[in-house]
């Protein structure tokens, strides 16, 4: 079955460092496939998404994912973090089934930002 | 363009009570989506239509959750009777159409049942 696998709960990262987040989707076919973000209080707002092509997708606010058919990963990137960016990051695959399309998405991982 | 709005923000009831959560899509949206969101299951999908038919209603779900869309611009989710269990944010989601497309997520209808 797919499912989409989000290792880090949580994670801390020190202001201005760099950040990885990782994911890990299981998939039969061609994966599309999202990173969403969530501030408190908010809904989801999407932050990057790949459709099959470039390996490496740019989003809002300076985050990077990269894909990887060999490892099965979608790993979100940031150079620089900053405050702002205290938020909580879900990983997302869509596929085909039974006529409909469904989204599958990971448990979230929260990140916290320290000065 | 306005975004998915979510009415009320907050909920509170007591057991065996009926609720109603509303949601208004992004104008011009084929696909809504209701999901559940707590932090132990994450998010959890409740119903799901396209051009207003219903095309998924959760499974599990079914038997106290009813979600309706009575025209393309306006759903509800009802809560009939509610449990404590049922605590959780309910969130509203659509798209234009199509599995591949963004999902646009309203703020969510924090319920909370004593």
């Known amino acids: 079955a797919q499912s989409v696998t989000q290792p880090d709960a949580r994670v801390t990262v020190s202001e201005g460092a760099s950040l990885q987040l990782r994911c890990k989707y299981s998939?039969?076919?061609?994966?599309?496939l999202f990173w969403y973000v969530q501030y408190p209080r908010q809904g989801l707002q999407l932050l990057l998404k790949y459709y099959p092509g470039d390996p490496v997708v740019q989003g809002v606010n300076g985050f990077e994912a990269e894909f990887s058919k060999s490892n099965s990963s979608f790993h979100l990137r940031k150079a620089s973090v900053h405050w702002s960016d205290w938020a909580v990051y879900f990983c997302?695959?869509?596929?085909?089934?039974?006529?409909?399309?469904?989204?599958?998405f990971g448990a979230g991982t929260r990140l916290k930002v320290i000065a | 363009d306005a975004g998915v709005t979510q009415t009320p923000r907050h909920e509170v009831a007591e057991k065996g009570q009926t609720i109603i959560l509303k949601c208004e899509p992004v104008?011009?949206?084929?696909?809504l989506f209701w999901y559940r969101q707590t932090k132990i299951q994450g998010l959890e999908l409740l119903s799901y239509f396209r051009s207003k038919s219903l095309m998924e209603d959760g499974g599990a779900f079914k038997d106290r959750f009813k979600a309706e869309m009575l025209n393309s611009s306006f759903s509800t989710l009802k809560i009939q009777p509610t449990e404590p269990k049922d605590s959780a944010v309910y969130l509203c989601a659509s798209s234009r159409t199509g599995g591949t497309e963004t999902l646009y997520f309203g703020s969510g209808t924090r319920l909370t049942v004593l």
């Open positions: 998939y039969f076919g061609t994966p599309y």
């Open positions: 104008s011009g949206h084929n696909d």
């Open positions: 997302a695959v869509t596929h085909f089934n039974t006529g409909n399309y469904k989204y599958v």
